[in-house]
């Protein structure tokens, strides 16, 4: 198994630009978020879904959007850019009904100029 | 979900015991201790969870005292690849995915 995949690993952006976030889990799990972790501070809860076609916000959702068309895929947009926006995001899955052992992706490491 | 309370940083010498301490004096009965590690800025990676009773695993083991408002994680032996930050997570087993990453405690593995 892969685990959880994140591309890119890095990427530069432009203020008021759009970009994707690619996660990927070949564990079939059910529940997928995504956290941003700013410098010297923990994770942050972004979006999370539990499942294929459901999707709910986390602490964090302003200027996100996500979607779950697959329970592989949980993609994570940036509909317009901001600085405060740079960031690293990890993306996150795990089983349904077992007790919250989260499998974490490398990140990915986004600048926003 | 509760809220915890970690020391921002420690030291451990190397081949010694690490002993991370974590207050929840607000846990609710459903909910679980788990402990999560960062190192180096990778994604976090599960050590442990527990819910009233002490638990071991191969990472590491888990002391949760009996009004459940504290617990400690402890490395027995702690290597130079321990040197991570710990969050330390309480929540309910079942339910949304909702881990609230606190800032950690960063232990240093002394040479």
């Known amino acids: 198994n892969a685990g959880v995949t994140q591309t890119p690993k890095f990427q530069v952006l432009k203020t008021g630009q759009s970009m994707t976030l690619q996660c990927a889990q070949d564990?079939?799990?059910?529940?997928m978020s995504w956290y941003r972790q700013d410098p010297g501070m923990g994770l942050r809860l972004i979006h999370y879904s539990v499942g294929a076609g459901i999707t709910d916000q986390g602490e964090v959702p302003n200027g996100y959007n996500v979607s779950r068309s697959t329970t592989e895929d949980f993609p994570l947009r940036l509909l317009s850019a901001a600085p405060s926006q740079t960031s690293v995001y990890f993306c996150?899955?795990?089983?349904?009904?077992?007790?919250?052992?989260?499998?974490f992706g490398p990140g990915t490491r986004l600048t926003v100029l | 979900d509760a809220k915890t309370t970690q020391p921002p940083s420690m030291d451990c010498a190397e081949g010694r015991a690490a002993n991370l301490p974590c207050n929840h004096s607000t846990i609710s009965g459903n909910e679980y201790v788990y402990w999560y590690r960062q190192i180096h800025s990778q994604g976090p990676q599960y050590i442990i969870h527990g819910l009233k009773n002490n638990e071991t695993n191969e990472m590491a083991s888990l002391i949760i005292t009996e009004d459940r408002k504290s617990s400690t994680l402890i490395l027995p032996h702690a290597t130079l690849r321990d040197t991570a930050v710990y969050y330390c997570i309480v929540g309910s087993q079942t339910g949304a995915n909702n881990l609230f990453f606190g800032t950690g405690t960063r232990l240093t593995v002394i040479p």
């Open positions: 564990m079939n799990h059910e529940y």
């Open positions: 996150a899955s795990r089983e349904t009904g077992l007790y919250n052992e989260q499998f």
